[in-house]
């Protein structure tokens, strides 16, 4: 769900991020109306992703960069999360203790959780039980917010999901699907001429064993850089349109046993291996008109969301301080 937030922005409150060494004495960040976002809070939120950026190839200069789009990111977000809980202080919405218990619940059952490994989780993650029921506490509240301002109001005709239907046959009518796998060799992280022909050459004596009668699942496993190596290069079924066009386009002309030739992906230098086909015929309209309903409602909630949310903060006080 979209987080909402209303702001004045205060500007930097450090003279440099922690993570990167420098003292930080927290300071107002932004003003939302007539309450303030933290410098402090604002670390919070960012902390995960400047610990990713750092670990990064990237040189000093893009980290720092990137830590800047991230932190002027979250300080939106952080905005429109504090527009909302004004929102529903307004509105007067309430959420219950019992309610926090049964989300908690049933997130600890969707992630296979016992208590001793949830608060082991917690633990790790350096937060404690009283800020994850706060966090939970607040995604009903604002999740109440939306059914009160945009949910309830939206209709979806069934004119509107039988069009939609007519109109993708891509996603709906048949469509092949390929048992596949594959041998991967990452492309350099920093190219030179040097470093790419010499993994080319390589995939280019992997291929050649393979013309010759070498069993793919063993070439895969010995040379692939993929995860699923040790599966043979298995990827298992995927529909057609879910693959990059230079894939499909080489597997095309390919019948089942057959492979293709060295293809660039965004991944690296790949050769695939077809091992089946599965064609699958066009859904009837009955079978997906709910799937339908759903993706369209979601688009509509969305578009009325940003509208709402931009009424919201234009008529709110929002003041950035640099």
Request: no cysteine; aromatic share 8%.
């Given at each position: 769900?979209?987080?909402?937030?209303?702001?004045?922005?205060?500007?930097?409150?450090?003279?440099?991020?922690?993570?990167?060494?420098?003292?930080?004495?927290?300071?107002?960040?932004?003003?939302?109306?007539?309450?303030?976002?933290?410098?402090?809070?604002?670390?919070?939120?960012?902390?995960?992703?400047?610990?990713?950026?750092?670990?990064?190839?990237?040189?000093?200069?893009?980290?720092?960069?990137?830590?800047?789009?991230?932190?002027?990111?979250?300080?939106?977000?952080?905005?429109?999360?504090?527009?909302?809980?004004?929102?529903?202080?307004?509105?007067?919405?309430?959420?219950?203790?019992?309610?926090?218990?049964?989300?908690?619940?049933?997130?600890?059952?969707?992630?296979?959780?016992?208590?001793?490994?949830?608060?082991?989780?917690?633990?790790?993650?350096?937060?404690?039980?009283?800020?994850?029921?706060?966090?939970?506490?607040?995604?009903?509240?604002?999740?109440?917010?939306?059914?009160?301002?945009?949910?309830?109001?939206?209709?979806?005709?069934?004119?509107?999901?039988?069009?939609?239907?007519?109109?993708?046959?891509?996603?709906?009518?048949?469509e092949n699907k390929y048992f596949l796998k594959n041998i991967l060799m990452n492309a350099p992280a920093i190219k030179s001429q040097d470093e790419d022909t010499e993994v080319i050459n390589r995939l280019n004596r992997i291929h050649e064993?393979?013309?010759?009668?070498?069993?793919?699942?063993?070439?895969?496993?010995?040379?692939?850089?993929?995860?699923?190596?040790?599966?043979?290069?298995?990827?298992?079924?995927?529909?057609?349109?879910?693959?990059?066009?230079?894939?499909?386009?080489?597997?095309?002309?390919?019948?089942?046993?057959?492979?293709?030739?060295?293809?660039?992906?965004?991944?690296?230098?790949?050769?695939?291996?077809?091992?089946?086909?599965?064609?699958?015929?066009?859904?009837?309209?009955?079978?997906?008109?709910?799937?339908?309903?759903?993706?369209?409602?979601?688009?509509?909630?969305?578009?009325?969301?940003?509208?709402?949310?931009?009424?919201?903060?234009?008529?709110?006080?929002?003041?950035?301080?640099?």
């Open positions: 769900m979209p987080m909402f937030f209303f702001v004045t922005v205060v500007g930097i409150i450090a003279t440099a991020d922690p993570l990167y060494g420098g003292k930080v004495v927290d300071r107002v960040m932004a003003i939302v109306n007539d309450e303030i976002i933290s410098l402090y809070e604002l670390d919070q939120r960012v902390r995960p992703y400047a610990k990713k950026i750092k670990n990064t190839t990237s040189s000093p200069t893009e980290q720092i960069e990137l830590l800047r789009k991230v932190r002027e990111e979250n300080l939106n977000l952080l905005i429109d999360e504090k527009l909302a809980d004004q929102e529903i202080r307004r509105l007067q919405i309430r959420v219950g203790d019992t309610e926090v218990d049964r989300e908690i619940e049933r997130f600890k059952s969707a992630n296979q959780l016992t208590d001793e490994d949830f608060q082991e989780a917690l633990a790790t993650q350096g937060g404690s039980l009283e800020e994850f029921r706060r966090e939970i506490k607040n995604q009903i509240l604002r999740a109440r917010l939306v059914n009160w301002e945009i949910r309830s109001k939206i209709v979806i005709t069934h004119e509107e999901i039988e069009a939609y239907y007519n109109s993708h046959p891509e996603e709906f009518g048949s064993k393979l013309m010759d009668g070498e069993a793919f699942d063993a070439m895969a496993r010995e040379y692939s850089q993929a995860p699923n190596a040790v599966d043979g290069g298995s990827l298992g079924l995927i529909s057609k349109s879910a693959l990059a066009p230079q894939i499909q386009e080489a597997l095309a002309p390919l019948k089942p046993g057959e492979f293709t030739d060295i293809i660039i992906t965004d991944q690296g230098y790949q050769i695939f291996y077809l091992e089946d086909i599965e064609t699958h015929s066009a859904d009837h309209f009955e079978k997906v008109k709910d799937k339908i309903e759903d993706k369209l409602y979601k688009q509509v909630i969305n578009q009325q969301y940003e509208k709402w949310l931009q009424d919201l903060r234009t008529r709110a006080h929002i003041k950035l301080i640099r």
